[in-house]
């Protein structure tokens, strides 16, 4: 697997570059958010590279740091996002305005993404809550801490409701998500939307 490359840049577009390197070309796919980052056909480049294999093709992913190609393996591994979506998600915000959006379960601005629908972003905050926070800055993690000091904290009705609403979005039938909800409400535990979806997936799953 090709996991970094250096050389010369020799094509430049908003979404791809080809790298010169030895006399061999090599296409790599990449977000707005690194092409800002490179200089002018002909400087020198570096990228992070990510292997996609498929049967019939192999593609090149780069990134300018280490952390973005980290963020695009974890949004590639949610059902439903591909690495044409996840390249879009990176073109359309930086890592930390994922992570964050992700931790604060923001659905609006995950949503603005084109191609991510609510049912997506649903996905990504269950699968990616505790996953993400491998990746988040220290800047990051200030502000969210800072955003949960002053918010008020839902009510228990709102929160049922939230997490009601986001098992019948994922196409579950109201009747069964809520037996599904009552039951993760007995069980115990933190009482979250996300606590609660995680516990009552899992219990569904059974």
């Known amino acids: 697997m090709i996991a970094h490359l250096s050389g010369k840049l020799l094509l430049k ?8 390197i030895g006399g061999v070309g090599y296409e790599v796919t990449i977000p707005l958010s690194t092409a800002y980052e490179l ?22 992913y780069g990134f300018q740091t280490g952390r973005e190609r980290e963020l695009f393996t ?8 591909g690495t044409k979506s996840a390249i879009a998600m990176l073109s359309s915000m ?13 659905l609006a601005r995950l949503t603005s993404v084109p191609g991510i629908g609510r049912k997506t972003a649903e ?8 996953k993400i926070l491998q990746i988040s800055s220290p800047a990051l993690d200030e502000t969210i801490a800072a ?9 228990l009705d709102t929160v049922y409701d939230d997490a009601l609403e986001a098992l019948i ?6 009747p069964v998500a809520d037996r599904a909800l ?16 995680r516990r009552s997936l899992r219990n569904l799953s059974k």
Do not use: C, F, W
């Open 169 to 174: 979005s994922l196409g579950y039938a109201k």
């Open 94 to 106: 930086n890592a930390d305005e994922i992570a964050g959006a992700i931790r604060t379960n923001n």
């Open 182 to 197: 009552k039951t993760a409400m007995t069980d115990g535990g933190e009482i979250s939307v996300q606590a609660l979806l």
């Open 39 to 60: 200089g002018e056909t002909g400087s020198d480049v570096s990228l992070r590279i990510y292997t996609h294999v498929r049967e019939e093709a192999l593609q090149l």
């Open 13 to 20: 577009g908003a979404t791809s570059v080809v790298i010169d």
């Open 74 to 81: 974890l949004l590639i591994s949610v059902s439903g996002i």
């Open 123 to 130: 996905r990504l905050v269950i699968e990616l809550r505790d």
């Open 147 to 155: 955003g949960n000091g002053k918010a008020a904290k839902p009510s």
